[in-house]
């Protein structure tokens, strides 16, 4: 579980690369885009302009490059060339991109449009949910103090954590160990070193945190049709805290939260 530097140090490179495809998506319309259309801009881009691989791709059978949820859909949202992206959607779009061997994998829930003050709230808080538990990264923390402030956060607001899916740890695999669950109790779990490289993606939802599966086999719906939002990062645990490898130009925490620190 624990990267060398020479290993670290090519993961920031994958991280920064991917970080780079969403400060592209940043500046598209997606309104009036189908889901499709989506996808293979991203594959382009990553390709052609970024000469890496959509890791995703092929992965468990996937034959897509990423996954789009789309309002009520949790997770692993299929591309579609018939899905149009409307005004007033929340999607969440998840990407993987692999360079030199080593994966990085973030996702963003995006605003389309005119976005009803509800749904903007969910997508808030789902962001600051991800802060505050990537704010307890450091060496000799627990995986449980991550969960723990994911999971107080969003029901201080309302919301509940979908505990069916969980970070995991990454680097030449996909999914590696650990499994970082998005709620837990403080000081409980697996203890952090220095050199652990994991995501933190918690999903929130509007309403219960029960899911279901489609037909399809892939996309993953709330229970009860409510809003679903989420966003995930690759952290990196260092000397006296994180690095946040997949870290967008410009973007800053949400919610500062308590001791929170960065490399």
């Not at 309302?158 to 969980?166: I, N």
Request: charged share 25%.
């Amino acid at each position: 579980m624990v990267k060398t530097p020479d290993e670290l140090a090519l993961m920031r490179i994958s991280g920064r690369l991917l970080a780079r495809v969403f400060e592209m998506l940043d500046q598209q319309q997606l309104a009036g885009m189908t889901t499709m259309a989506v996808n293979d801009l991203v594959e382009r881009y990553i390709t052609e302009e970024l000469a890496a691989r959509p890791a995703s791709k092929g992965q468990y059978g996937f034959a897509y490059v990423l996954n789009c949820s789309i309002n009520d859909v949790v997770c692993h949202g299929v591309p579609d060339g018939s899905a149009v992206i409307g005004d007033g959607d929340i999607i969440n779009l998840d990407i993987t991109l692999e360079k030199n061997g080593y994966i990085a994998d973030s996702s963003k829930t995006y605003l389309v449009g005119e976005v009803a003050p509800a749904a903007r709230r969910l997508v808030r808080v789902a962001q600051e949910a991800m802060w505050q538990g990537i704010g307890r990264v450091r060496p000799g923390a627990r995986l449980g103090d991550i969960g723990h402030a994911i999971e107080r956060h969003a029901k201080k607001h309302g919301y509940s954590v979908v505990r069916d899916y969980c970070g995991h740890g990454i680097g030449r695999e996909m999914h590696e160990e650990p499994q970082v669950l998005h709620f837990g109790k403080p000081g409980r779990g697996l203890p952090l070193h220095e050199g652990m490289v994991f995501t933190i993606e918690p999903m929130i939802n509007q309403g219960t945190c029960r899911t279901l599966t489609r037909d399809d086999g892939w996309t993953v719906v709330t229970a009860d049709g409510k809003l679903s939002a989420q966003f995930e990062h690759t952290i990196a645990v260092t000397r006296d805290g994180f690095e946040v490898l997949t870290l967008r130009s410009g973007e800053k925490p949400a919610l500062a939260a308590p001791g929170l620190r960065s490399a």
